[in-house]
Nanobody, 116 residues
């Protein structure tokens, strides 16, 4: 059974940092490109960052140079290091395997709130 468990969210002041983690099970993690999405209140879910099996990364323009996606295949975990956080980063963050076979699987997400 596919499980995606996100953690690491919380309340942080503008300019602060958080590191999100997502533990995956029920998938062949090392063979999956992985992604982080986020959904802010009243907005559609947005693709934030991706990482391939080979470690290549891509980011939405709004988080470039502030966020870093990484992965640990041995731990079946994908991370999102978020620095210089802004109020616009407030959202629920989700990880997701990118292969289409997993298109319907989502974790519960982790809430990130950036506020003074």
């Amino acid at each position: 059974q596919v499980q995606l468990v996100e953690s690491g969210g919380g309340l942080v002041q503008p300019g602060g940092s958080l590191r999100l983690s997502c533990a995956a099970s029920g998938i062949t993690f090392s063979l999956c490109d992985m992604a982080w999405y986020r959904q802010a209140p009243g907005k559609q879910r947005e693709l934030v960052a991706t990482i391939t099996t080979g470690g290549s990364t891509n980011y939405v323009d709004s988080v470039k140079d502030r966020f870093t996606i990484s992965r640990d295949n041995a731990k079946k975990t994908v991370y999102l290091q978020m620095n210089t956080l802004k109020s616009d980063d407030t959202a629920i963050y989700y990880c997701k395997p990118m292969p289409s076979a997993y298109r319907n699987y989502w974790g519960q997400g982790t809430q990130v709130t950036v506020s003074s």
